[in-house]
């Protein structure tokens, strides 16, 4: 599948599916070569006849396979950035052969000619080179190839991702990229700069367990400036003609601006990665000067709860906002999320409304108005966890489960955001921070409760049950009675926890009505 540019050269086919496949037939074709050259040179001494047969053979084939001999037929062009890769393979194998394609040359000369023909010691020398000339001449007559051409490059994609279900696919960043650097291809800086910061992007897809972030990247990249979901079966078509929606080779300037846009690509796939460390996200601005209270919410937001369906909108504002502005916008996604998230909203209203949203600060930068999206924000939150939804899903929902970390970090957030608010004043405590890898779950009734209505697993595990420690030492006394436990709690640094040393015993309904506090 290609498709026609015009250059000054003429007409060339830029191809958009089916280079793998011509990949392997050229590098068949190069094997069927080099087997023909090791039969000259095997039968020099012994039978200068068929040396010499075998030895124009090769001769005419490499100089078929090197494009300085032309057939009529359409000649493969190499892009400046597979150049390397392929060149001298043949030549000098030693000095590529860590190249993947060289390992795959090396396998299918073993595969389809050393093993089966030149090592089977029952034929002849001259047996030999007709079964190379039998399996070349099916290489070049017997393979078929369809060739689906187009002069519109978002006819040609469409095609692509509607037919490509077979086979190891090119991924939607290589595609991509292949389409970028036949743009630019004349202007060799650019070029080099557009390669380097594909590679970041292309990288994504790669490794194990690493299928679709590629494409989930892309996703979110348009959707952020389009400020609309693209078509599931479209992407590579609305990547295109949102970003790079130029024909032929483009000029200086056109270059220089498709590289800065895969630059920015890059740049916010290096932020996208950090969200995958286990210390969290890197705050997106140099010499940060919000509170650290803040970042702690951007990390939260993002490894803790892990709302990645606000990617578009964080990608737009790290861009086009400053860092007041970016804290705020953070600060209320994540008290949003979070309650939506545990009250089982609808996914999808909230997802798209983060869209909308991204194309709206793209477009109006500093003049975003922070206040509306507040509003709107919690207008939609609200219609689907209101304030009765949220108290029953805290205390349904919101449980301690035993080996769970991923469940349990998420009580682990919520009550230590509980215990940075300030009900009186109706804010939060930003001078407080509770590092999550320093902070333990408690579980008041101890969970070695054997007896009574707290070894029930109900109870046991119910939020009300549930408070944390903050730096005090508290692993020795994790086991004991509440009337042992009440003298640490005295001394804990931590709200909640320290409230519980005024109770004098520990029962179901003090359980109950902590809960509904």
Known sequence: IGVVNNS??????????????????????????????????????????????????AAE??????????????KLQLSREDRDALSGIFEDERAHARSPVSAAYRRLRRELVSRPILANTTSSWRQKLDEVRVLRDHLRSGTEFILITSSRDADIYVLFESLNTRGKDLTHAELLRTRTMSLVSKHQHE?????????????????????NRGRQFLQDFYNSH????????????????????YEGQVSLTVARGIRDIVRRMSDAVRYLETWRRPTGPEWPYSDARSKKWVRDRHARLLSVLGHRAATPLILA???????????????????????????????????????RMSKTVRDQAADFDLEKFKTDLWE???????????????????????????????????????????????????N???AQDLTDLEHIAPQSTRVGPFASEEYKHSIGNITFWGSYPNRAAQDDSFELKRSAYLGCNVKM??????????????MRERAAG
């Open 8 to 57: 000054a050269r003429g007409p060339l086919l830029e191809l958009v599916d089916g280079q793998q496949r011509c990949t392997t037939i050229f590098l068949a074709l190069a094997a069927c070569a080099h087997a023909f050259s090791n039969v000259a040179k095997k039968t020099a001494k012994s039978d200068e006849t068929l040396a010499g047969e075998a030895k124009q053979e």
């Open 61 to 74: 084939l490499w100089e078929d396979l090197s494009q300085r001999r032309r057939v009529g037929s359409p």
């Open 191 to 211: 070029a080099e700069s557009l390669s380097e910061a594909w590679s970041t992007i292309v990288d994504l897809d790669r490794g194990k367990n690493n299928e």
């Open 226 to 245: 389009a400020g609309e979901r693209a078509s599931e079966h479209a992407l590579l078509k609305e990547c295109t003609v949102q970003f790079f929606d």
């Open 317 to 355: 504002a790290r861009e086009c906002l400053d860092e007041k502005q970016f804290s705020k916008l953070i600060t209320d996604i994540e008290l949003a999320a979070f309650r939506y998230e545990v009250c089982k909203g609808e996914p999808n209203k909230l997802s798209n409304f983060y869209i």
């Open 380 to 430: 939609l939150v609200l219609g689907e966890a209101g304030d009765d939804d949220f108290g029953r899903a805290i205390e349904t929902r919101l449980r301690y489960v035993p080996g769970n970390t991923r469940v349990n970090r998420r009580v682990l957030h919520f009550l230590t955001t509980l215990d940075q608010f300030d009900r009186n004043s109706g804010r939060f405590e930003m």
């Open 432 to 434: 407080t921070i509770y």
């Open 497 to 510: 926890t320290r409230k519980l040393a005024a109770l004098t015993e520990w029962t179901p309904d003090a």
